[in-house]
């Protein structure tokens, strides 16, 4: 994809996962690549696998994590072409029994750091054109079961996006929805979750997000099937409710094996 040959390229979230990924293909094409995340472990095996990447420490969960990248990037770069914000965090449970008492530092890392560091971009390059790619969910279109407090978080991110478009001011702004990815991602969310259905690899995620992001495309959908079955929702209305019957199932089967 030459549309990626040589640009300066940000991507958070980048020690595993789709991140992780995202780097691995788009090293074939550019060597400009800021790697973020919050694991030093994770950032070295980065820089061991690929070593001429430069890779930041950063949490995003907090406040001033944006503030570290974005230092870095005014001391380093004249402009950055295309920021992949996919820094994301999952969280499990019983709407009534999840850790509440985390809700500003997972709202934090999934919805205000993606947006702040977007519109930070933005306006620190202002003259150069940026491609602002967040990492969203299918969840943000179809609730799951469990997923109260994470599927809030991508829901908000949505609803943002939709509102920008609304104003036409967001023509630099893309949205990716994947399904459920066969990572570590979800694991950390639960002990044994279960997996929803359908699952892709985060090699086909990452490969639509760049194929989608050259295009400048607004929203991004890895899985056709998911795609599809929104389609279908329109008309066969039982589609939705049997889907969320079937993960609702999984997650009551879950409850009970965790408080056996």
């Known amino acids: 994809m030459n549309s990626f040959k040589d640009a300066q390229v940000i991507v958070t979230g980048a020690g595993s996962g789709i991140g992780l990924e995202l780097v691995r293909q788009l090293y074939q094409q550019t ?18 696998e690929f070593p001429n990447l430069v890779t930041l420490n950063a949490d995003l969960s907090l406040k001033e994590g944006n503030g570290t990248i974005l230092a870095w990037v005014s001391t380093h770069w004249t402009h950055v072409d295309i920021c992949f914000a996919n820094a994301g965090k999952a969280a499990y449970g019983a709407a009534s029994q999840q850790n509440w008492e985390e809700m500003d530092r997972l709202f934090q ?21 940026l491609r602002h790619v967040i990492t969203c969910s299918a969840i943000a279109h179809w609730a799951i079961p469990g997923y109260s407090l994470y599927g809030s978080t991508k829901a908000a991110i949505l609803q943002w996006a939709e509102s920008l478009w609304a104003e036409r001011a967001g023509d630099w702004l893309t949205l990716v929805f994947p399904i459920a ?16 259905f359908p699952i892709q690899t985060p090699q086909e995620v990452a490969a639509a997000m760049l194929a989608g992001a050259a295009k400048g495309k607004k ?42």
Not at 116 to 129: P, T, V
Request: no cysteine; hydrophobic share 45%.
């Open 31 to 48: 060597q400009k690549i800021l790697a973020v995340d919050y694991l030093p472990e994770a950032l070295e095996s980065l820089q061991s």
């Open 109 to 129: 890392l999934n919805v205000h750091s993606p947006i702040q560091l977007g519109l930070a971009l933005k306006q620190a390059f202002s003259d150069h054109s």
């Open 181 to 196: 990815t066969a990572t570590s991602f979800f694991d950390a969310a639960g002990t044994n979750i279960p997996k929803a």
């Open 219 to 260: 929203k991004i959908f890895p899985s056709i099937l998911f795609r599809s079955l929104l389609f279908l929702n329109r008309f066969l209305f039982f589609v939705q409710p049997l889907a969320q019957y079937l993960e609702y199932n999984k997650f009551k089967n879950w409850q009970s094996k965790s408080t056996s």
